[in-house]
């Protein structure tokens, strides 16, 4: 079936620094997602872009967290300035449209030092 | 906004026996979808089954839901379950009227020998 790709799967950064991590979704989906899941917890949406915009946002998208997806290109999440508390495995997902299936990457682990 | 109530965190079952995994919902959308993904450890979440269909059974992979909007229950069931069924199970409900996708806390299933 469709795959979405994350890069990188693994990421180690110190606090305070900038990192941004990148998805491939689905390459005719139009809507965009972030989760994150801290070890032994559930996986909790962060934010859904569509046409370029920010649609939704939880509590969680702290001012620190932006995303984009310049010209088709990849679907990115940016934490600047990283904390401790950011580690946690990132999901990517993206679908056709709103309510129904999302396909999800394998996710990208962040260690924040 | 949208809840949803996966009251075991964990369940551990023989092989063989029959799966119960339950999923109650909150929702304003009187004709959203629910969802049920399941997490294999190492791999991208992924759909398993999907209604949005009152009182209709829908099956995949062995398993099987019903949406009862009576009592807005989506619990996911398997006859008997295999050593391989075991992964996190989350239940989400998603409307074509929402941006922001909730997920329940997860219930990790793991079927023993």
């Known amino acids: 079936g469709p795959k979405v790709l994350q890069i990188p799967s693994h990421q180690i950064i110190d606090m305070g620094q900038m990192v941004t991590l990148n998805c491939d979704p689905v390459?005719?989906?139009?809507?965009f997602y972030w989760y994150k899941q801290i070890l032994g917890q559930q996986m909790e949406f962060l934010v859904n872009?569509?046409?370029?915009?920010?649609?939704?946002k939880s509590k969680l998208f702290k001012d620190q967290f932006s995303v984009e997806r310049p010209d088709g290109s990849y679907f990115t999440l940016k934490i600047q300035p990283t904390a401790l508390e950011d580690s946690a495995v990132y999901f990517c997902?993206?679908?056709?449209?709103?309510?129904?299936?999302?396909?999800f990457g394998p996710g990208t682990r962040l260690t924040v030092l | 906004g949208d809840s949803v109530t996966q009251k075991e965190g964990l369940v551990t079952l023989t092989e063989g026996l029959p799966v119960m995994l339950n999923c109650t919902y909150q929702?304003?959308?009187?004709?959203?979808?629910l969802f049920w993904y399941v997490h294999y450890l190492n791999e991208s979440p992924r759909l398993l089954l999907k209604?949005?269909?009152?009182?209709k059974r829908t099956e995949h992979q062995g398993f099987h839901a019903t949406l009862h909007k009576s009592s807005s229950s989506f619990h996911l069931q398997k006859s008997s379950a295999q050593l391989s069924d075991s992964a996190l199970y989350y239940c989400?409900?998603?409307?074509?009227?929402?941006?922001?996708?909730?997920f329940g806390a997860g219930t990790r299933l793991k079927v023993i020998a």
């Open positions: 997902a993206s679908s056709l449209r709103l309510g129904v299936e999302q396909y």
């Open positions: 390459s005719n989906h139009l809507y």
């Open positions: 872009f569509y046409n370029g915009k920010v649609m939704e």
């Open positions: 929702t304003i959308y009187s004709n959203a979808f």
């Open positions: 209604s949005s269909t009152d009182n």
């Open positions: 989400a409900p998603a409307h074509t009227g929402n941006y922001k996708y909730v």
